[in-house]
């Protein structure tokens, strides 16, 4: 089974300020997809971010990155520029490419801004 | 506007006393699916379904039912509560099969059994 491994239960950075969440998965796969999402005290999930494992190049969206690392099984995320609204629980999450919809969540990293 | 709905939003329980988290999602998805987020475990799957009349158990099934009459709805049922069962629940819907894989979740249930 897919596990998903966040070590930082929490980060702190300043705001404009650059923070890296890191994020591992143990899989003997090699077709899937991993994600970031985002769940701000309204306790809404929104998508942040998306790799395809097939794809060598790193997803970037607005001030959010990864860096992908497929030999090494790791999916950090960067966020540039910090605002107020970034702070949130960011959950990375992995999805078999070919066995369902099923989504393996890591335990979450919570982000603080400091203004 | 495409979303999934979940009711109730909140919700304090005693032990034993069934109780229905409903789920009806607008997007005319195949999938769809239950987790429970508790602190530093992340979010967990406890079912799905991949279309209607069909459903499964995830990974922490235990103490729950699940139905799917239709292909809009998916209701969680826990026909005897527990304080573990104490949580936050979120409802997921997505097209079945191959595609970008993202998951639209509703806004969450907050569970407390006494």
């Known amino acids: 089974a897919q596990t998903v491994t966040q070590s930082q239960p929490e980060m702190s950075v300043q705001e404009a300020e650059t923070v890296t969440l890191s994020c591992t998965y143990d899989?003997?796969?090699?077709?899937?997809?991993l994600f970031w999402y985002k769940q701000p005290p309204s306790r809404q999930m929104i998508l942040v971010i998306r790799?395809?494992?097939?794809?060598?190049q790193n997803a970037t969206e607005n001030r959010f990155s990864v860096n992908f690392q497929k030999a090494a099984k790791s999916f950090s995320l960067k966020i540039s520029d910090s605002q107020l609204g970034d702070a949130a629980m960011y959950f990375c999450?992995?999805?078999?490419?070919?066995?369902?919809?099923?989504?393996?969540f890591g335990g979450g990293t919570r982000v603080l801004v400091k203004p | 506007e495409a979303q999934v709905t979940q009711n109730p939003r909140y919700l304090i329980t005693v032990t034993g006393k069934k109780l229905t988290v409903t789920c009806s999602q607008n997007?005319?998805?195949?999938?769809m699916s239950w987790y429970r987020q508790d602190p530093g475990l992340g979010l967990r799957q406890i079912y799905y379904?991949?279309?209607?009349?069909?459903?499964d158990k995830g990974d922490v099934p235990e103490g729950y039912k699940v139905s799917r009459k239709e292909k809009r709805n998916f209701p969680l049922i826990l026909e005897s509560p527990s304080p573990n069962q104490t949580s936050l629940y979120f409802c997921?819907?997505?097209?079945?099969?191959?595609?970008?894989?993202?998951?639209?979740f509703g806004e969450g249930s907050r569970l407390t059994v006494l």
């Open positions: 379904s991949m279309n209607v009349e069909v459903t």
């Open positions: 999450a992995y999805r078999s490419g070919e066995a369902g919809n099923k989504l393996t």
């Open positions: 790799q395809e494992a097939y794809k060598q």
């Open positions: 997921a819907s997505t097209l079945r099969g191959r595609n970008t894989g993202e998951l639209f």
């Open positions: 997007m005319n998805h195949e999938y």
């Open positions: 899989t003997s796969e090699s077709d899937y997809y």
